[in-house]
């Protein structure tokens, strides 16, 4: 018996995909690109709460004290020359090359360019480029380095991809799925348990938009078979992709859905966006319409690509290595995650691959809200002119003024507002404690104190202040509880957030002095 049509079917042809990710991915680059853009300034910029320059003045410091070079540890363009208009053109000039991606032009070479640009300010983003899509943008802009194409121009007939390329994404998605469900079963968390933590994540994640309130309002059996079905896409379906064309695309199916479903009620920038792309991988070509087909002219009789030539080494050089650095970063993250966790690998390798595998930011570990918060801590700001009368500032996503209704913003991260709903989780602000650059809460103080300095690109990243920006003096943070109102409270009041004060987050502030 021949097997041959077996395996064919088995594996099934990468064509469509070959010509579709790279394109995807692109598209994805572009929203990070622009979104990260228009918070440049006020983040890292020269008049930022974190200034890159004074990262890297520190690191030139360094090198010139220890006569050694420090660019592996800090890889970025930006380690040789950084400005504020510097930095703004190789954001434009991302975006353009994003633009030639999507068009076809030189792939290959161009999302390497992509990949570097994006790693270049994800070293130096300091906590505001610490999130795990910002990772799995990475890792995933790595992998299609040996997915695209490396032609001048790729419009149209797209051959078949290397298979060990292909096999990548798909293990990169097996990953981000399986681990993300592991890390709740498994982490010891009683919501995700006993099957309620859906009963707090609508309304506790950091930025629900106008449906998580109505989500929130779902029965009580409605929340707990949406964990169950959520348990079975993140912890079955990943081993689904490796058992045939079925297998796949059942996989496919069910990721897509479970994205669907958290772009629909919440705010997780180009993340959903960033997974679907990966979860469209699995998808072979006889599963595309056939008009795709015939328009691509991919012609479904074309013998597959010989592993003699040339251009199937890098990939198939690359599984196994890269198989075994992305088990480390999953070793690792579990051991620091899982109670009684065991490490699968010697620990000699943790010694020597630990330390330069998360300089790249492109072999990771993934596992997305492990501990579900319950309740729903939230700092507001008040500032003042004269010490006496505070007036609450509002910031553009995050909640606030209880009337407002959660913003749609997705794919946009703002990750100033994001930031905020973490420092809420912190027992408060302490100015001697967190003066250590190394406190996780140093950022709030500079955050604040670049307010009082009236950095006009920090209060951009605000809404209008209550009192002109030259004229604040004072500023505080006070803590509240917030919960989303009732049916019958909104019909009434037109209300979405019910609040209550917990107490001061942090003293009252100003240049002159800092008192609790």
């Known amino acids: 018996m021949n097997p041959l049509p077996w395996l064919e079917s088995h594996r099934g042809r990468y064509a469509v995909v070959r010509w579709l990710f790279p394109r995807l991915l692109a598209g994805i680059y572009l929203i990070a690109f622009l979104s990260w853009g228009t918070q440049y300034d006020g983040l890292v910029g020269e008049n930022g709460i974190l200034p890159a320059k004074n990262l890297l003045e520190n690191v030139h410091a360094f090198e010139d004290r220890e006569h050694q070079t420090l660019f592996w540890q800090l890889p970025s363009v930006f380690h040789w020359h950084y400005s504020d208009a510097f930095a703004h053109g190789c954001l434009m000039s991302c975006c353009v090359l994003a633009v030639l991606v999507m068009a076809g032009v030189a792939q290959g070479p161009l999302l390497a360019l992509l990949w570097f640009g994006y790693l270049s300010f994800a070293t130096t983003g300091g906590i505001f480029m610490g999130y795990q899509w910002d990772a799995l943008l990475l890792e995933a802009g790595f992998l299609a380095l040996f997915l695209a194409p490396w032609r001048l121009r790729s419009w149209r007939r797209p051959t078949e991809p290397p298979r060990g390329s292909v096999f990548l994404l798909h293990w990169l998605l097996f990953r981000l799925m399986f681990l993300s469900g592991y890390v709740k079963i498994g982490g010891g968390d009683l919501p995700w348990q006993d099957m309620t933590a859906l009963l707090y994540h609508y309304e506790t994640q950091p930025l629900p938009n106008g449906l998580s ?81 015939h328009w691509l002219r991919i012609d479904p009789e074309a013998p597959r690509p010989s592993f003699a030539r040339w251009t199937q080494w890098p990939a198939l050089a690359a599984v196994l290595p890269v198989m075994l650095v992305t088990l480390l970063a999953a070793d690792s993250f579990l051991a620091g995650r899982i109670p009684h966790f065991k490490p699968m690998l010697p620990a000699v390798l943790h010694e020597k691959l630990d330390e330069p595998i998360a300089h790249t930011r492109s072999f990771n570990a993934y596992g997305l809200f492990q501990d579900m918060t319950e309740e729903r801590p939230e700092i507001i700001l008040e500032v003042s002119d004269d010490g006496a009368l505070f007036l609450p500032l509002e910031f553009k996503y995050k909640p606030g003024d209880p009337k407002r209704r959660p913003p749609f913003i997705a794919p946009h991260q703002p990750r100033l507002d994001w930031q905020m709903w973490f420092a809420a989780l912190y027992p408060g602000y302490d100015p001697q404690r967190d003066a250590n650059p190394n406190s996780p809460m140093h950022w709030f103080g500079q955050f604040c104190t670049a307010l009082l300095q009236h950095k006009q690109p920090v209060w951009d990243l605000l809404e209008h202040p209550p009192f002109p920006i030259e004229k604040i003096t004072h500023i505080r943070a006070r803590l509240y509880r917030y919960h989303f109102t009732s049916p019958e409270v909104r019909n009434v009041s037109g209300e979405w957030w019910e609040r209550e004060l917990r107490g001061n987050f942090s003293g009252t502030m100003s240049l002159k002095a800092s008192r609790r």
Request: hydrophobic share 60%; charged share 15%; net charge positive.
């Open 213 to 293: 309130w109505f989500a929130h309002h779902a029965p009580r059996w409605f929340h707990v078979a949406s964990c169950w079905i959520m348990y079975g896409i993140e912890l079955s379906l990943p081993f689904a992709i490796f058992l045939g064309r079925w297998g796949r695309l059942t996989a496919a199916l069910g990721f897509l859905i479970l994205m669907a479903m958290i772009s629909a009620t919440g705010n997780y920038n180009f993340f959903d966006l960033l997974t679907a792309a990966l979860a469209i991988t699995l998808v072979d070509d006889r599963w595309f319409p056939k008009r795709l087909r």
